[in-house]
């Protein structure tokens, strides 16, 4: 059993049976998260037979590094191998200012079928497990070899999180946890396809982390088919859902919108988005739609994006467009699927 992603109670437990103390659990904890330790031998204020037992039980694995390959902007695709064989992407995107994001996987492939995301065509190939998760970053980590390679993660990479409910609740925790990563709550995103549920019991959980919603359409005849699981979760079950998220104060959903040029793009379109966000605290993140092989939409010209934004800028929401990264690696949004990757970067 891979010790990386499970829960510290997981660990307590296996530590009581032993007959050993639970608080030993936050010092292995420390080794592995904190210290980057690899290896339990490793681990010197642990005694040799608590780390025998260890050994005998668990393994201390982080998702395979199979190559990186590096965009003109400097962003860098990794392509991962988890257990299984499974293969999987995450992509590191250094910006202007300080700030570098990581944008990690949740499934390999994705069975809800968007249109327009390539990552979808693949249906779902398997879940991954909560290591595998909270492994991209800490394999990124290791590899970048700077302590502050990293300040932002977004789950916005293949996948949907809430389909793999409880192993993405568990990396999540194990992110943020004092005892764990200790990675900010506020730079960590969660971005979702709107599976309603699913979102309302995330809510519960009470983590804190940033919530983006990947909305892409603003009346059900259009979302259906663009998103097929519209039919389940139509736009109103899902705004009635983000009018009740518990949101702390000063905090707000962040709303995804691809743009499809003639599809989901006009004035009248930007009008409905409008009326649909009046009831919460939104800022809206606009997507010119990333192309990739065999898809038929087009982004919408430049000016129509503008005029769509300062359509909502008008209307006093923030509003921004999102500048694609790493398009000429497919590591842009909806572009991932593990399969191309033009000049893999090796060492
Ligand atoms: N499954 C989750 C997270 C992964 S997709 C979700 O759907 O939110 C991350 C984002 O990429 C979503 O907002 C999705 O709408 C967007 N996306 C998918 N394909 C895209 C494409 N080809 N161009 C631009 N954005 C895309
Ligand atoms: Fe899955 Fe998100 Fe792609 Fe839709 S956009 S197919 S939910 S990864």
Redesign the pocket.
């Given at each position: 059993m891979n010790i990386i992603g499970i829960s510290e109670d997981t660990l307590k437990e296996h530590l009581i049976a032993w007959g050993e103390p639970a608080y030993r659990a936050r010092q292995v904890f420390n080794w592995i998260y904190q210290q980057g330790c690899r290896d339990f031998p490793q681990m010197t204020n642990i005694s040799k037979s608590l780390r025998q037992k260890l050994e005998d039980t668990f393994v201390i694995q982080l998702p395979a590094i199979k190559s990186r390959t590096r965009s003109r902007d400097g962003s860098i695709k990794y392509l991962f191998e988890v257990k299984g064989g499974a293969q999987i992407e995450s992509i590191w995107m250094p910006d202007s200012d300080r700030r570098k994001t990581l944008c990690i996987s949740s499934q390999v492939g994705?069975r809800?079928a968007?249109s327009?995301?390539?990552t979808g065509t693949l249906g779902l190939r398997d879940q991954l497990q909560a290591g595998d998760i909270l492994g991209q970053y800490m394999a990124v980590l290791d590899d970048l070899g700077e302590e502050n390679a990293v300040t932002n993660i977004v789950?916005?990479?293949m996948?949907?999180?809430l389909d793999n409910y409880q192993p993405v609740v568990d990396a999540v925790r194990l992110l943020i946890s004092p005892d764990a990563l200790r990675f900010p709550t506020r730079k960590v995103t969660l971005?979702?396809?709107g599976l309603v549920d699913r979102l309302a019991d995330f809510g519960r959980e009470g983590l804190q982390v940033n919530l983006?919603v990947?909305l892409?359409a603003t009346e059900d005849g259009t979302r259906d088919v663009i998103m097929p699981i519209n039919k389940k979760y139509p736009i109103d079950s899902l705004i009635r859902c983000l009018k009740n998220y518990p949101l702390k104060k000063g905090r707000r959903i962040t709303i995804?919108y691809?743009l499809l040029q003639g599809i989901n793009d006009s004035l009248e379109d930007a009008r409905r988005l409008a009326k649909l966000l009046s009831g919460f605290p939104s800022k809206i993140n606009l997507?010119p739609?990333?192309p990739?092989p065999g898809s038929p939409y087009k982004p919408p010209a430049d000016k129509q994006v503008l005029e769509f934004q300062n359509y909502l800028a008008a209307k006093y929401f923030s509003v921004f467009v999102r500048r694609n990264r790493g398009t000429d690696i497919l590591g842009?949004?909806?572009?991932l699927a593990a399969e191309s990757f033009p000049q893999p970067i090796s060492g």
């Open positions: 994705c809800l968007c327009f995301c390539l789950m916005m990479g996948g949907e999180p971005s979702t396809s983006a990947s892409n995804e691809v997507i739609f990333n990739h842009a949004c909806g572009q």
